[in-house]
Each structure stands twice: as C-alpha cells, then as structure tokens.
C-alpha cells in the first residue's frame, strides 16, 4: 500500500493539498548497534527517548520483531518510529493472508522499508529514522540498514547515529565469522558501555535482543556498571593546578 | 518594562504545568490555570484538564488554540465510537485517537497533552503525547513548560502503588513547585480524580497551597504588620 496514501487517509484535519514533512525531530532515541554471530543477529539499543538536551523518556523500547523472522531496531524520531511499526503490521497482515504457506523474511522488510524512506524523502517528507534490520531465515542471517534519506546496505555488523563513530571501530577490530553466543553480548556490551561514556543522549538502560531461526527474544532491560577508578580521574589536577 | 515591544497579539499559549499520575485504583491528573498572550496573563483561572468521555480527560498544553481543537476533534469521534462500541471507549482507544491528530498535523500543531482515565479492562493508565505524536504509556507523566522544574522532583518522590490521597497530595505539591519556578504557570491548581466509582474534580487556589523558599505569607496590608507589633514598627 502506497505510504503516501496511507498517510493521507490517517490525516483528518489537515487538506490533501499541504504536503506534511517532518521538519525537526522532538523525541529521538540514540544509537542501535547489531552484528551478525553464529547463530543469527544480535542488536542492542538503549531505552531513552530524548527531546532535546532533556533524557525525557526512560523506557522506551526501540527493538521490535517483525513478522516471525525478523528484528528492527531504530534510532530517530520516536513518533515516526512508530508509524512504521503501524505500515510492518498492515504489511505483515496482507503476508499472513495469502495462507500460502510463505512469510515476509528480513530481505523482503528491508526492501519495503527501503522502498517507503526513499521515496518519502523524494517527496521532502522523509520519516526522520535509521533503521537496523536483522534476521535469519531458512539458515541465512541478514543484518542491513536503511537511513532517512533512503541509503541502505547489508554488513556483518551495522550501526546509527553515534554508534559509527564509536562502535564499529570496536567492531571492525573484534568482530569474526562464527561468533559465539556469549562473545557477541560481550561486544555488544563494549560497544554499549562506552556509547554510554561518550554519546551525551545514551542512558544506562539496555535491551540486547536476539534473533535465530527458532525466533526473537528481546532482554528485559538492564543496566551496565561503569567504570571510574583511574587515579587520573580522581585527581586530573595533581601537579597543574588551576588546569582541568 | 519596555512597553513598546510587548506583543499583546501573541498567539494564546498555556505555558503550563501538567501532570498525570496513576495510582492503586486509577488516576490523578493535575494542572495549573495560567494562560498568557506574551506576557500578558489572558485567563488567571482557565481549566486545562478537559473531559474527552466520562472516563477519560485529557491535560492540554502548548497552543491554546491547538490544544482545544485536538480535544473537540476527539470528543467528536469518541462519541461516535462509544455509540457503535455500545459501552465506554477504553482510555488507550482515546489516547491514540489523540495521537493521530498529533501525528498527522506534526508540522502544524504546537501541543502536549496527556490522556489520562479509568476503564474496566486496564484500570487507570496514563498516556503521554508530546510534540510530534509519539504516544507513551507511562505510570506517571509531566509536560508543559513548568515541568522542566518537575523532573527532579518526581525522580525522588514518585513511589508505585500509592494511595489516591498520596496520589493527589503529590500532584498538588508539584503544580504549587512549578508555579513557583515557572513564570508561564500560576492561578490555581485543578486537579481530577477517575477511578472505578468515577470522576472527582478539586480546586486549589493560589492562598490554599504551601509556600516556598523566599515565599513570604500573603498580608491584607502593611498596616495589619504595624499594628500587630507595635514597639518596633518599621525595621528594615
């Protein structure tokens, strides 16, 4: 169903004639960060919806299963976060209704997701997210990615926003085929903690989910210890006084 | 004061402090009164917390203007709704009614609302839209501009499972904090109260409420202090 249409029809007060675009974001969440291990993908994402420089929104969950095969993960405006979520349901009903045996796997969303970011930012209206979207099915693991303005992409790992910067360095270095279930949580929580330390919008407060061809699990949310005790930390000042 | 520069054609805003808070049995919505032209203070006793159903109201803030068409265009469906549905609507039904609006006219609406009542099937629940339309279910939400002075408070004094006095009593107390901070909130603070047996509507006024660091006791005149102490009248 064409996205433009479904917006219109969801629109009740405004004319047909004004194009709505989402100028500036209000409620955003910060990075997502996913990579591919043995048995499937695995994605982490903070629970903090920020809007503006205020952490407003503690417990927002920005990992959602698609379908039975995959995982999204997103990062942007929560609203439009969520619309999308609205289109992958009517999306996934239409699937479930041809009884046919078949269902959606992640290549199939993420094209559909694809299709709809491009062509809302042709129209100047762009859904103001980066998405990440993994999965596995019939033993193919999937990770890739589509941002605002449409681009897309598969890798063995992906991440939004800060988490390029500051993940996938991490990533590139320690990231190989085959990782095992536990070695993927552990990088993932690096990654994490120090998006944590770093990313000004990041909160303490975490979901990792994962995915395999038996489906999708998202962990309860948690929080992960920090670490402080360096002497350079408890006296930075020692010997420059007046310095910081 | 600069007379010459002060817009008294501003749009109509309710700066606003809003807050909703559930509790063991249903909810405690809370705002302040106060909606202002720029500076001016156009309305010292409006009623921000507006009735959707019987069941369910809602706190506006932002845009004035917005605010109330968002309501009246809510009110509108929901009653069509509890007629075909043939029972009350349930507050989440209400809330993303809400949030369609919002979401739909994201780049012209300026409002933050809260949606807050009592059904039978979820009991009492309180729904956050903010700017934007994201929708939020949340054990107890703030918004508007008073509540920037909120966010510490309640992160101390917010506990699960209180009891509807202790539910209202914190209401009251965060609206009378914001006031004092936040020069777009002031009046009286409103506040309702839905649970299972229905909706109680209270009203706080200005002299009723504690008072503050550096707030002094309101006196009918300078003579009353004179009179009462007489020896040492004027000490400055």
Redesign the interface.
Known sequence: MDSNQA?KQ?????SEA?S????Y???TGTSVVALKYKDGILMAADMG?S?GS?L??K??ERLKAVGKHSLLGASG???DF??ILRYLDELILYDNMWDDGNSFGPKEVHSYLTRVMYNRRNKFDPLWNSLVLGGVKNGQKYLGMVSMIGVNFEDNHVATGFGNHLARPLLRDEWHENLSFEDGVKLLEKCMRVLLYRDRSAINKLQIAKITEEGVTISPPYALKTFWGFSAFENPTVGAEGSW | MDLKEVNLSAPHSMGTTIIGVTYNGGVVLGADSRTSTGVYVANRASDKITQLTDNVYVCRSGSAADSQIVSDYVRYFLHQHTIQLGQPATVKVAANLVRLISYSNKNMLQTGLIVGGWDKYEGGKIYGIPLGGTIIEQPFAIGGSGSSYLYGFFDQAWKEGMTKDEAEQLVVKAVSLAIARDGASGGVVRTVIINSEGVTRNFYPGDKLSLWHEELEPQNSLLDILNASSPEPMNI
């Open positions: 917006a969801h629109s009740l007060v405004g004004d709505q675009r989402t100028l974001p209000y409620v919806g809007y205020t407003r929104y417990s927002v405006e929560i609203s969520q619309e």
